[in-house]
Nanobody, 120 residues
Framework: QVQLVESGGGLVQPGGSLRLSCAGS????????MSWYRQAPGKERELVAG????????NYADSVKGRFTGSRDNSKNTVYLQMNSLKPEDTAVYYC?????????????WGQGTQVTVSS
């Protein structure tokens, strides 16, 4: 059974930091493209950090460049999102996503999400 389990969300003051984790199981983690998305109330889900690779290269949304860092540890089947200098507009549910192929069929897996609230 495929699972993506996020953790690390919570309430933080503006300017603070959080580190999100997403542990994958039930699939070959290293073969999958891992990304982080977020969805704020009343808004569409958006890509925050995509194509997170072990060498540190990641595509970031303009709104988070220089503040967020995506990383992955394939030995732990885990992807991370370090979020610094948080702003109220970063408030959202954050989801990790895994995309890959299995048996010739494209697979697209989502975690259950973790709430991040930035407020004083």
């Amino acid at each position: 059974q495929v699972q993506l389990v996020e953790s690390g969300g919570g309430l933080v003051q503006p300017g603070g930091s959080l580190r999100l984790s997403c542990a994958g199981s039930g699939f070959v983690f290293s073969n999958y493209v891992m990304s982080w998305y977020r969805q704020a109330p009343g808004k569409e889900r958006e890509l925050v950090a995509g194509l997170i690779s072990v060498d540190g290269s990641t595509n970031y949304a303009d709104s988070v460049k220089g503040r967020f860092t995506g990383s992955r540890d394939n030995s732990k089947n885990t992807v991370y999102l370090q979020m610094n200098s948080l702003k109220p507009e970063d408030t959202a549910v954050y989801y990790c996503n895994a995309k890959g192929w299995l048996g010739g069929i494209r697979r697209n897996y989502w975690g259950q999400g973790t709430q991040v609230t930035v407020s004083s």
